[in-house]
């Protein structure tokens, strides 16, 4: 990992403050998963009492965004990265602590290998489950991120 967890957060603080103010937090980041937390508040729920739906998408996000960035900057190559498309599903109420874990770190490796050595931008589908403190699934996000090496 290039980046400290108490770094990137501070990061977010910076140039996410949105996500930052919602509470939205990386707690656990390595080349293969990223976990991000954040909590049911008042100032991050919708009227039905839940966590709004662009809050879950901003945590979701992170864990994907957070491997792309972290993986990038160890390359040590001027790569850009964008996210192209995403969709999800809301299979529960978010309230309290939602976690959201993402598993496809090698998916981000095979495409940057293959940035790097052909010169062609890439596309990756990376998924974000989200669950509450009772192992429950609320959401899962899925994000196309694309990326190309700079010239």
Do not use: Y
């Amino acid at each position: 990992m290039a980046v400290s967890i108490s770094k990137f957060n501070a990061f977010t603080f910076f140039k996410l403050p949105s996500a930052w103010w919602c509470g939205v937090r990386l707690r656990h980041l390595d080349d293969n998963k990223a976990v991000v937390t954040v909590k049911h508040k008042w100032f991050n729920q919708n009227p039905f009492n839940s966590m709004f739906w662009a809050v879950q998408g901003m945590a979701a996000e992170l864990t994907t965004g957070a491997m792309m960035i972290d993986q990038i900057k160890n390359r040590g190559k001027n790569i850009s990265m964008l996210v192209a498309n995403n969709n999800a599903n809301f299979s529960k109420k978010a309230t309290g602590k939602i976690t959201f874990t993402c598993e496809d770190g090698h998916l981000i490796k095979e495409a940057l290998d293959k940035a790097i050595a052909t010169g062609e931008g890439q596309t990756v589908w990376m998924k974000s489950v989200g669950v509450n403190t009772d192992g429950v699934v609320v959401s899962t996000f899925n994000f196309e991120w694309t990326m190309r090496l700079k010239t």
